[in-house]
């Protein structure tokens, strides 16, 4: 109703009532009057406000959803619409309560940079990284993680096919792959050959000699994930996979056809569903595309090196190259002294996302003691919440050669196959770019603890400190 209208009204009731009833009786019923029209005033505007903010939110929340998502939490929450509930849980998983894998944002939110203006010409910058003499346009590699085939049809040829088109690096879950190693090899892009230290050692050696006989040139790295000595990811699994509806129709191929590729037993879907078929598999004290030992150490290490890298193996290879051995897991600058005396290429600093040891210290805020201690010697990557194109610039600036990602790769596969994840790694590197502008250099190779901003530097160099002791 329109307050305009109402004025001339109450004009003339005003008229009409100071001559029947006197000044004063006539002032007291004006106040009331304009306080009542004021007020329906107020009531009628603020209903079109609020009509008018909801259908400017409803259309910018369907302009935002009509735009593809590009960021790694816009893939986040796209997935998590489309993601069937057993895929969704077995991605989201983490050890409860989620402190680990919280902690790993609040310390990449509590690191500042200090940006560095009037640089010169920053048109031009360089975010490729050379890692084992391979070339990566963005210093990042897909983390290993199991059964891509939950994320997307095509599986760990989409993950592939993906980080290649987009320059980035990609570490194959050899033993949990639910595609095989030969369709892979088929797309182009630097790939590392994932290996769980598993206890079976004729089984490593079989998956070793298997992806290595695809060429010499088809894995440029093998990374060793040795922060797994025990079950629990995959027991709490189980219930769900035994419960869980799962997408797809391939009930009865193996489930892990690597494995069957290497001459172990394979297990099909429809077994890994079967109750009474798991019952028996644990009662017989067997982990069906288990891939966990209790028992391994740095010694094990060393016989995986020797074959390798030994004078046998390398005899069978044409280029008679070494194949450098990456540890995945480590957290302490003492592990990462060990790893060095073994002979270890390349560190991996990681939680594991979170789903392995709950209140560990998050992989971004071991980063620095760990890098202080190999000190240059080998290349050092860090995964476990890495989100943003701002994430890997700090990760940089502490010393890391470049990161992982582990759940924002299946985001993107679950949203839109290998198109979402070269994508979104598209558009982290372009966002990286730009930071690198904002900072006034023009090479992730410049990137130091010098671009921190001083409180957080000063934390950095206590828990380096302490970690020393
Ligand atoms: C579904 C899933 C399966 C995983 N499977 C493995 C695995 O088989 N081997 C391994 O070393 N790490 C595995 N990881 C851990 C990742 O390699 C990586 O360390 C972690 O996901 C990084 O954290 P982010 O997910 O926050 O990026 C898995 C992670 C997820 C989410």
Redesign the pocket.
């Known amino acids: 109703m329109s307050s305009s209208r109402t004025a001339p009204s109450t004009t003339l009731a005003v008229a009409v009532v100071a001559a029947a009833v006197g000044t004063t009786t006539a002032i007291a019923i004006v106040s009331l009057t304009i306080s009542i029209s004021v007020y329906r005033r107020c009531i009628t505007n603020n209903t079109d406000l609020d009509e008018d903010a909801l259908t400017k939110e409803r259309g910018y929340q369907a302009l935002k959803e009509s735009i593809p998502p590009k960021t790694v939490a816009e893939f986040e929450a796209m997935a998590m619409k489309k993601l069937a509930p057993l895929s969704k849980t077995?991605?989201q998983?983490f050890s409860d309560p989620s402190t680990t894998?919280d902690a790993?944002r609040t310390f990449f939110n509590s690191l500042r940079l200090l940006p560095r203006i009037l640089q010169g010409d920053v048109e031009q910058v360089d975010t490729t990284l050379t890692i084992f003499g391979q070339r990566l346009e963005l210093p990042v590699l897909i983390?290993?993680?199991?059964?891509h085939v939950l994320a997307c049809p095509e599986g760990e040829i989409a993950t592939a096919r993906g980080a290649g088109a987009a320059g980035a690096g990609y570490c194959y879950?050899f033993m949990?792959a639910s595609k095989l190693y030969t369709d892979v090899l088929q797309e182009s892009g630097v790939k590392w050959l994932?290996l769980?230290m598993f206890e079976e050692r004729d089984l490593v050696k079989a998956a070793v000699e298997t992806a290595l006989s695809a060429g010499d040139d088809a894995f440029s790295a093998i990374l060793l994930?040795c922060d797994?000595p025990h079950q629990r990811v995959q027991n709490r699994m189980i219930p769900y996979f035994m419960k869980g509806k799962f997408p797809y129709s391939s009930l009865e191929e193996p489930f892990f056809p690597n494995q069957a590729a290497v001459g172990f037993d394979t297990t099909t879907l429809q077994q890994l569903l079967d109750p009474v078929y798991m019952g028996k598999m644990q009662d017989e004290g067997k982990n069906p595309g288990g891939?966990n030992s209790f028992k391994l150490d740095w010694e094990d290490v060393r016989w995986i090196q020797e074959i390798v890298n030994g004078k046998e193996a390398i005899s069978k290879r044409s280029n008679g190259k070494k194949i450098p051995i990456v540890a995945?897991?480590i957290l302490s600058a003492a592990d990462a002294r060990m790893a060095l005396a073994v002979g270890i290429d390349a560190i991996v600093v990681?939680n594991?996302?979170?789903?392995q040891c709950d209140f560990a210290v998050p992989a971004i805020e071991a980063l620095p003691a760990v890098t202080a201690e190999v000190n240059g010697r080998i290349p050092v990557f860090v995964?476990?919440?890495?989100r943003t194109s701002g994430d890997i610039l700090r990760a940089l600036c502490l010393g890391a050669s470049g990161v992982?990602?582990?759940?924002?790769a299946?985001w993107s596969l679950a949203c839109e196959g290998s198109d979402g994840l070269e994508r979104m790694l598209t558009f982290l590197k372009e966002d990286l770019k730009d930071d690198l502008r904002s900072l006034g250099v023009t090479s992730i190779s410049h990137l130091n603890m010098e671009f921190l901003w001083p409180p957080d530097r000063q934390r950095i160099f206590q828990i380096i400190e302490q970690c020393r002791l």
């Open positions: 077995y991605f998983y894998t790993c983390a290993p993680s199991a059964f879950n949990l994932h769980y994930t797994h891939t995945k897991g990681s594991h996302g979170g789903r995964d476990s919440g890495v992982m990602l582990g759940r924002p299946l």
